[in-house]
T-cell receptor
Framework: EAQVTQNPRYLITVTGKKLTVTCSQN?????MSWYRQDPGLGLRQIYY???????DKGDVPEGYKVSRKEKRNFPLILESPSPNQTSLYFC?????????????FGEGSRLTVL | DAKTTQPTSMDCAEGRAANLPCNHS???????VYWYRQIHSQGPQYIIH???NNETNEMASLIITEDRKSSTLILPHATLRDTAVYYC????????????FGKGTRLHILP
């Protein structure tokens, strides 16, 4: 089954404790992206990746890092989480190229930073 | 800033057609129009997309104006399960693939 898998789905952590949210897709997609969703603000893009070893900032990259060492994985790293990073996070992937494909989203990761 | 403009919310009676508008007046020639919906806090779900021709699939129809500056998503026979937030986005082809979602339209289907 084609899917985007995020882990963990729920996490409560404390300020300053490094954490990683993993994202994996099994569709051989070139494009992957991270979004955060907060009440009243819609979906905001954090980082995206057009392919392996290629990453770019989205609209809200501050406080986050990403890496794309393999095509299937695109982890989101919070080196020193702060309470304002409490949010619902979504990973997405799609095919790139001349005819862009649809975005497939993961189920979301709800992060609370105390 | 979002490259699309949508009404904040809309109501539609169950069984009627729901017509959701989207303005994308600055769309460029290589950008597709995509529609997604998000039910509660689930991951957004793809509905339909198009470049310049009208499109139809089993979920909905997409009508794009001739100048491509606006589009309408049509859910032909809305049901209560169609209550969701609907996002209209435009996606650039090529290297710059920053995809901006905006706040979408909250559609309420009324029984």
């Amino acid at each position: 089954e084609a899917q985007v898998t995020q882990n963990p789905r729920y996490l409560i952590t404390v300020t300053g404790k490094k954490l990683t949210v993993t994202c994996s897709q099994n569709m051989n997609h070139e494009y992957m992206s991270w979004y955060r969703q907060d009440p009243g603000l819609g979906l905001r893009q954090i980082y995206y990746s057009m392919n392996v070893e290629v990453t770019d900032k989205g609209d809200v990259p501050e406080g986050y890092k990403v890496s794309r060492k393999e095509k299937r994985n695109f982890p989101l790293i919070l080196e020193s989480p702060s309470p304002n990073q409490t949010s619902l996070y979504f990973c997405a992937s799609s095919s790139s190229g001349r005819k862009p494909g649809e975005l497939f989203f993961g189920e979301g990761s709800r992060l609370t930073v105390l | 800033d979002a490259k699309t403009t949508q009404p904040t919310s809309m109501d539609c009676a169950e069984g009627r057609a729901a017509n959701l508008p989207c303005n994308h007046s600055t769309i460029s020639g290589n950008e597709y129009v995509y529609w997604y919906r998000q039910i509660h806090s689930q991951g957004p779900q793809y509905i339909i997309h198009g470049l310049k021709n009208n499109e139809t699939n089993e979920m909905a129809s997409l009508i794009i104006t001739e100048d491509r500056k606006s589009s309408t998503l049509i859910l032909p026979h809305a049901t209560l399960r169609d209550t969701a937030v609907y996002y209209c986005i435009v996606r650039v082809v090529g290297r710059d693939d920053k995809i901006i979602f905006g706040k979408g339209t909250r559609l309420h289907i009324l029984p």
